[in-house]
């Protein structure tokens, strides 16, 4: 596995792409360049991350999120053996500050594995009725990942996670495994 940190912040954190004693951790500085906005340099990060990977697989991850290595596992073993699945995702749990008690949740509860999602048919996968699983963090064939992120960010508009969600099912047979893989 290689970690490829995207960083769009103006000072580097660190001095190189390699990290000291971490060689799969690959360091990457994308400041902002003139008068880009964030989410322009959002945008762009996300369309060169997309070609760094050159593993089998990819997934983004944010600085405050992070993977279960039991669901990684699980979707990893899937993916290895069902040639039929290029996209999978699992329950996603939430740390709620919100209540007196802070407690964690799950999350985008309402998805629901269906066949239609894994259908063949690209037409079926997007006329399907039943809330489908977003694969923005999930884990997905690394050409077809390629493919994700520079339609979805190729122009830099607000709603590009929305965007992300269509483009998603138009290019991925997605499955949902029940366990919880992405913490928030």
């Given amino acids: 596995m290689t970690v490829h940190i995207v960083d769009g912040s103006a000072t580097p954190w660190f001095s190189g792409e390699q990290l000291k004693?971490?060689?799969r951790v690959i360091y990457h500085h994308f400041p902002r360049i003139g008068n880009e906005e964030l989410w322009g340099?959002?945008?762009r990060r996300m369309r060169?991350?997309?070609?760094l990977p050159v593993t089998r697989y990819s997934a983004l991850c944010a600085d405050d999120d992070a993977f279960t290595v039991s669901g990684l596992l699980a979707i990893l073993t899937t993916l290895e053996n069902d040639?039929?699945?290029d996209a999978m995702v699992g329950r996603n749990?939430?740390?709620?500050?919100?209540e007196s008690v802070p407690t964690w949740r799950v999350i985008f509860s309402e998805f629901r594995n269906s066949k239609?999602?894994?259908?063949e048919d690209v037409s079926?996968?997007?006329?399907?009725?039943?809330?489908?699983?977003?694969?923005?963090?999930?884990?997905?064939?690394?050409?077809l990942?390629?493919?994700?992120l520079q339609i979805s960010f190729r122009y830099e508009i607000r709603h590009t996670e929305r965007l992300m969600s269509i483009v998603d099912k138009a290019l991925c047979r997605i499955q949902l495994v029940e366990r919880i893989v992405w913490l928030r």
């Fill in 21 to 23: 004693d971490l060689p």
């Fill in 83 to 85: 040639q039929t699945v």
């Fill in 116 to 119: 239609e999602f894994r259908s």
């Fill in 48 to 51: 060169e991350a997309s070609l």
């Fill in 93 to 98: 749990a939430s740390y709620d500050r919100t």
């Fill in 145 to 148: 990942w390629r493919q994700l």
């Fill in 41 to 43: 340099n959002f945008c």
């Fill in 124 to 143: 079926v996968r997007l006329h399907n009725p039943h809330f489908a699983p977003w694969i923005y963090y999930g884990i997905v064939r690394t050409d």
